[in-house]
């Protein structure tokens, strides 16, 4: 597509969902290195990630975690994020940090601990339907340490049938995704621990279950616009968790160790009509900031997806299917490159004039005094963070 008002259009339409678990504190096991001003629960939360929305204008839809997010009255919390110009969006389930999963959750050998966890997932469910949240997102830190430990073949077995159960849970409009990640916590096997297995299961369950790709993991070298293709084509691709790596989960800023990678997966996403609102594919961001602040850092993540779409929408795509076509191996590769390199910062700032948005969202939210104002108000008390 090279009219470039086509390509604003399909900029303008296009839906980036925050992490509600991006604005409290994080870290990594050595230190947290806390924040002023975090939130200090989910209402919090929800105000920053209004404030991603105010300045970029994609970015409606606000994930959250259960129990991290765990509120009195999920009605309640729907209600204080459209007052605030946004929304719930999907429910992100959590079996992995009670003692009781420590050998797995829905895949472990007690029928008692599956059934806490399968409770788990209902409830989940539960404020699904309180919040009118659209998507279920699993992922199962499931797996084993040493051969022969357990038995794969039996916690596949155990996974399936907890996940029917949650399936049949499902309601009209609501849809599972399943996570997939190689490895960590579990070292020596996970129980989906790739697109291949995550895709059999949702086959096996039915429509309304989806794979999810997480960017951040996959081994090195994997190609990953492949596997998005191979997804998009069977009609199986649910959802992105954005994120950049460079070397195992490193939940860096999307688009920020390799906006190569970045572009090459979105020409897949518009190649397989991924971006269209009906295909139904979640962009969404499974970020964590630890040393940069945190509002600054997703306005960033948001505009870095922008920029490599739009990249990915310049894609000529005639003059690729005639070179291509033609067997003109450096001409198809000249198509793609000619895109990548294209500067659309420019388009992307004519597209936030035409959307009275500041054309700069950086500048616009720095120029606020929002920053000072939850220093100040938000002190003393539980700082809301990953695993809080
Ligand atoms: C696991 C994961 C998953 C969790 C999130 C916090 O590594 O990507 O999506 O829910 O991190
Ligand atoms: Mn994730
Ligand atoms: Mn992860």
Same mark, same amino acid.
């Given at each position: 597509?090279?009219?470039?008002?086509?390509?604003?259009?399909?900029?303008?339409?296009?839906?980036? !969902?925050?992490?509600?678990?991006?604005?409290?504190?994080?870290?990594?096991?050595?230190?947290?290195?806390?924040?002023?001003?975090?939130?200090?629960?989910?209402?919090?939360?929800?105000?920053?990630?209004?404030?991603?929305?105010?300045?970029?204008?994609?970015?409606?839809?606000?994930?959250?975690?259960?129990?991290?997010?765990?509120?009195?009255?999920?009605?309640?919390?729907?209600?204080?994020?459209?007052?605030?110009?946004?929304?719930?969006?999907?429910?992100?389930?959590?079996?992995?940090?009670?003692?009781?999963?420590?050998?797995?959750?829905?895949?472990?050998?007690?029928?008692?601990?599956?059934?806490?966890?399968?409770?788990?997932?209902?409830?989940?469910?539960?404020?699904?339907?309180?919040?009118?949240?659209?998507?279920?997102?699993?992922?199962?830190?499931?797996?084993?340490?040493?051969?022969?430990?357990?038995?794969?073949?039996?916690?596949?077995?155990?996974?399936? !049938?907890?996940?029917?159960?949650?399936?049949?849970?499902?309601?009209?409009?609501?849809?599972?995704?399943?996570?997939?990640?190689?490895?960590?916590?579990?070292?020596?096997?996970?129980?989906?621990?790739?697109?291949?297995?995550?895709?059999?299961?949702?086959?096996?369950?039915?429509?309304?279950?989806?794979?999810?790709?997480?960017?951040?993991?996959?081994?090195?070298?994997?190609?990953?616009?492949?596997?998005?293709?191979?997804?998009?084509?069977?009609?199986?691709?649910?959802?992105?968790?954005?994120?950049?790596?460079?070397?195992?989960?490193?939940?860096?800023?999307?688009?920020?160790?390799?906006?190569?990678?970045?572009?090459?997966?979105?020409?897949?996403?518009?190649?397989?009509?991924?971006?269209?609102?009906?295909?139904?594919?979640?962009?969404?961001?499974?970020?964590?900031?630890?040393?940069?602040?945190?509002?600054?850092?997703?306005?960033?993540?948001?505009?870095?997806?922008? !920029?490599?779409?739009?990249?990915?929408?310049?894609?000529?795509?005639?003059?690729?299917?005639?070179?291509?076509?033609?067997?003109?191996?450096?001409?198809?590769?000249?198509?793609?490159?000619?895109?990548?390199?294209?500067?659309?910062?420019?388009?992307?700032?004519?597209?936030?004039?035409?959307?009275?948005?500041?054309?700069?969202?950086?500048?616009?939210?720095?120029?606020?005094?929002?920053?000072?104002?939850?220093?100040? !108000?938000?002190?003393?008390?539980?700082?809301?963070?990953?695993?809080?």
């Amino acid at each position: 597509m090279t009219d470039r008002t086509a390509v604003k259009a399909a900029l303008a339409s296009q839906r980036i !969902e925050l992490p509600s678990w991006a604005f409290g504190n994080s870290g990594t096991r050595f230190k947290v290195f806390a924040q002023a001003g975090v939130p200090r629960d989910p209402f919090e939360k929800i105000a920053d990630a209004a404030q991603v929305h105010r300045y970029t204008g994609v970015a409606p839809t606000v994930s959250l975690h259960i129990p991290w997010d765990l509120v009195d009255d999920y009605h309640k919390l729907a209600s204080h994020a459209e007052s605030l110009g946004v929304r719930i969006g999907v429910i992100n389930s959590n079996t992995f940090q009670d003692n009781d999963y420590m050998l797995g959750s829905v895949t472990h050998a007690d029928p008692a601990v599956r059934r806490k966890a399968v409770d788990h997932l209902f409830a989940c469910v539960d404020v699904m339907d309180a919040t009118g949240s659209p998507d279920l997102k699993l992922w199962f830190a499931d797996g084993t340490n040493y051969p022969g430990q357990d038995d794969f073949r039996a916690r596949q077995d155990r996974l399936a !049938e907890s996940l029917s159960k949650v399936y049949d849970r499902l309601g009209d409009g609501q849809r599972m995704l399943l996570e997939y990640k190689l490895f960590e916590p579990a070292f020596y096997h996970t129980d989906v621990p790739d697109w291949g297995t995550s895709f059999a299961h949702c086959v096996a369950l039915g429509e309304k279950a989806k794979v999810v790709v997480d960017t951040g993991h996959h081994a090195p070298g994997t190609n990953i616009e492949f596997i998005v293709a191979m997804l998009l084509r069977a009609g199986k691709l649910g959802a992105f968790d954005f994120n950049s790596r460079f070397y195992a989960d490193d939940d860096l800023m999307v688009g920020s160790a390799d906006p190569f990678q970045l572009f090459r997966i979105m020409h897949e996403v518009v190649r397989g009509g991924g971006l269209s609102a009906s295909s139904g594919v979640n962009f969404m961001l499974d970020q964590c900031h630890n040393i940069e602040p945190k509002i600054p850092a997703q306005i960033r993540s948001v505009m870095n997806v922008q !920029e490599a779409t739009a990249k990915a929408l310049l894609v000529d795509w005639p003059a690729l299917s005639a070179a291509q076509q033609a067997g003109d191996v450096l001409g198809a590769n000249a198509v793609l490159m000619d895109a990548y390199n294209t500067d659309v910062r420019p388009l992307l700032v004519e597209l936030r004039q035409e959307q009275g948005l500041d054309p700069d969202p950086m500048a616009a939210y720095a120029r606020t005094d929002y920053a000072t104002k939850i220093v100040n !108000e938000r002190v003393g008390g539980h700082q809301a963070g990953w695993g809080a």
